[in-house]
């Protein structure tokens, strides 16, 4: 089985060395396609028109250097791989939950859509954190548990176009494994924040929206502390939509 890893905090980020961890305990063709720097939030932009440039970091370990994640899964497969190309893409392990409506603009969960785009199973993993109590990120139960639900994944995953995003929790206690759906929120949480420096700003996340669905991923990852897992479809057609309007819209 050869597997590509990317991921949307960078190559060096202490993520993706815990992911390099749990590849090379399913297969010993691993390949590392990885943005140079952070690219979180790049969603599934392609840097089209614009020259890139690739280091080759170690063998089968690549930095794209302005890349995104799904620049990165591109050049895995059609240049780096392309006379075998990867079975399995794993994105991450990213620095932060991806749930809800964040997903769609997560670049982890992108280099898992990315793969479902060429056709072979992808899956983004991130590692929660308790951003309330701050301190550094908790890769213990990354390393716990990665392994055993990638391998879990990999042998009973379902469907074509199909790609899968995985979230685990922090703190001691793990209660399972529960696939479930993407939390919707009525509003986007993604604001503008004032800087402390004038004239500038961020655009961040202020705060989680309420109410949760109980049975949805933030609701389970956050407060039933279970690894979350949620197929998601690159076919984005609403079906029942399109049949409702065929015929009604008139020039």
């Known amino acids: 089985m050869r597997i590509?890893?990317?991921?949307?905090?960078?190559?060096?980020?202490?993520?993706?060395?815990?992911?390099?961890?749990?590849?090379?305990?399913?297969?010993?063709?691993?390949?590392?396609?990885?943005?140079?720097?952070?690219?979180?939030?790049?969603?599934?932009?392609?840097?089209?028109?614009?020259?890139?440039?690739?280091?080759?970091?170690?063998?089968?370990?690549?930095a794209v250097h302005g890349g995104s994640p799904a620049d990165c899964v591109a050049v895995g497969f059609t240049h780096l791989c392309k006379d075998h190309t990867p079975d399995v893409v794993l994105s991450g392990i990213n620095n932060g939950q991806n749930l809800g409506d964040i997903s769609n603009c997560s670049g982890t969960v992108a280099g898992a859509r990315q793969a479902a785009m060429y056709g072979v199973l992808g899956i983004a993993?991130?590692?929660?954190?308790?951003?309330?109590?701050?301190?550094?990120l908790d890769w213990a139960n990354s390393r716990r548990h990665g392994a055993g639900v990638i391998s879990e994944l990999i042998?009973?995953?379902?469907?074509?176009g199909v790609y899968y995003n995985v979230n685990i929790p922090f703190g001691d206690e793990v209660t399972g494994i529960r696939v479930v759906p993407a939390q919707r929120f009525a509003r986007s949480?993604?604001?503008?924040?004032?800087?402390?420096?004038?004239?500038?700003?961020?655009?961040?996340?202020?705060?989680?929206?309420?109410?949760?669905?109980?049975q949805q991923d933030?609701?389970?990852?956050?407060?039933?502390?279970?690894?979350?897992?949620?197929?998601l479809q690159l076919q984005q057609t609403d079906a029942a939509v399109a049949a409702a309007l065929d015929g009604k819209l008139q020039l």
Request: charged share 20%; net charge negative; hydrophobic share 35%.
């Open 155 to 160: 042998a009973k995953a379902q469907g074509e």
């Open 125 to 136: 993993v991130s590692q929660s954190v308790d951003y309330a109590a701050g301190g550094p």
């Open 4 to 62: 590509l890893i990317t991921n949307d905090d960078g190559v060096d980020a202490p993520g993706m060395t815990v992911m390099r961890e749990i590849a090379a305990t399913l297969s010993d063709d691993v390949w590392v396609v990885a943005p140079d720097g952070n690219q979180s939030g790049a969603g599934h932009r392609f840097s089209f028109g614009r020259e890139l440039s690739m280091e080759e970091r170690e063998p089968k370990v690549y």
């Open 189 to 214: 949480p993604i604001a503008y924040y004032p800087s402390d420096n004038a004239g500038k700003f961020f655009i961040t996340i202020l705060g989680t929206p309420s109410p949760l669905d109980p």
């Open 218 to 231: 933030f609701h389970q990852l956050l407060h039933e502390r279970a690894v979350t897992v949620t197929p």
